[in-house]
């Protein structure tokens, strides 16, 4: 029964995190990476309780009820229906990847990853795409992927951050692609510093109306593979780690702190929008976190319209990291979401087909 009741304080703790900024009260982010666990355990718990002694199952059973706004963010229910539902002419096909540099730094594969993931995107004959962890480069026998992406996937709209350059060539940063005309597009720079990453907008018109799509890639923990390595010791009890855990503690930290201060800006930005929204991005967090109730406020969160169970989108560190996301303004129906299980990354593509509800709803304002 104590360990019970001790599971309940630290699932309440984490459920309580989308209403407290990291900024101002950091450790509770902690105890949200074992939000599916402490989950877990809950059930456990009242299952088992209802066989030996049914009123304690009660307290299990009142957590649950009360964190049930986390718990829901977190599941999908929704039972694949076995078919992809084919694409209309009314209907928007999007897609939101971290595809890691293309394999950049892959040192023996780097021109199959490329080439493997064009393949898997062009394969999704998509309408817009948010790219994020992207690279593209002008040097001679280097790959243009900003001009080679345009092309292949007849995709000829675009706008891209690029902030970090090598040389005036070589460029970083994170991409929209659109089948339809930009009439408008920025960037706001979300935090500061020499590593800090920009949100950016593409305003695009797909008949009578004008869409805001947002794409962002918001802080890492910046693990290096040192720190991978501490963690991999760690995690099969190889090593009690307590030299490295202080150094990955403080870089999570620092992470958690920097993304909800991101998190207001583009939570901000989102809401002032004149125009329906497609949000995308790698948020680099859960959605028990703060960063994710933040950003999404009332939008949709495609995975939970249409997904099912956990929804992994992150290939390391734990079996439940869903870090990747696709929101949409209520003005749009998801009428599909998919997640594409590749290795290619260490992030897997998403993938939603959304409508607009109604037509003509917002008229483009090319003079705005």
Not at 187 to 195: F, I, N, Q, R, T
Not at 241 to 267: C, F, P
Request: proline share 4%; charged share 20%; hydrophobic share 40%.
């Amino acid at each position: 029964m104590i360990i019970n009741f001790a599971v309940v304080l630290l699932f309440l703790a984490a459920c309580t995190a989308p209403y407290i900024s990291p900024a101002w009260f950091w450790p509770i982010s902690f105890i949200t990476l074992a939000f599916p666990f402490l989950l877990l355990i809950l059930v456990i718990f009242l299952i088992g309780w209802l066989f030996f002694n049914y009123r304690y199952a009660l307290l299990s059973l009142i957590a649950i009820l009360l964190g049930w706004k986390s718990i829901s963010a977190f599941v999908a229910f929704h039972m694949p229906s076995g078919n992809i539902p084919a694409t209309t002419a009314e209907s928007i096909t999007v897609m939101s990847y971290n595809v890691s540099q293309f394999g950049l730094y892959r040192e023996r594969d780097s021109k199959y990853t490329r080439q493997a993931m064009f393949a898997l995107i062009k394969k999704q004959e998509l309408d817009i795409a948010c790219f994020q962890d992207y690279y593209t480069s002008e040097k001679k026998n280097d790959f243009n992927n900003r001009e080679d992406i345009s092309r292949e996937m007849k995709l000829p709209y675009r706008f891209f951050s690029s902030d970090f350059n090598r040389d005036g060539m070589q460029h970083w940063g994170s991409i929209i692609y659109s089948r339809y005309p930009i009439i408008a597009s920025d960037k706001v720079k979300m935090s500061d510093g020499p590593l800090s990453e920009s949100l950016i907008y593409a305003d695009v018109v797909k008949g009578d109306d004008t869409i805001r799509v947002v794409n962002m890639h918001l802080e890492s923990y910046r693990f290096n593979e040192k720190d991978y390595k501490a963690i991999r010791k760690i995690k099969n009890q190889e090593d009690t780690g307590l030299i490295a855990t202080k150094s990955i503690m403080q870089k999570m930290r620092e992470a958690y702190i920097r993304r909800s201060q991101q998190a207001d800006i583009v939570g901000g930005f989102i809401r002032q929008s004149p125009y329906p929204v497609i949000v995308c991005g790698d948020f680099n967090d859960t959605p028990a976190s703060y960063t994710y109730f933040t950003i999404k406020g009332n939008l949709q969160d495609a995975f939970l319209q249409k997904g099912l169970g956990v929804g992994r989108t992150f290939s390391g560190l734990a079996p439940t990291l869903r870090i990747d996301y696709i929101f949409v303004s209520k003005d749009f129906k998801v009428n599909s979401f998919r997640r594409i299980s590749s290795d290619l990354s260490d992030h897997y593509p998403v993938i939603a087909n959304i409508s607009l509800v109604g037509s003509g709803l917002t008229e483009v304002q090319v003079n705005k």
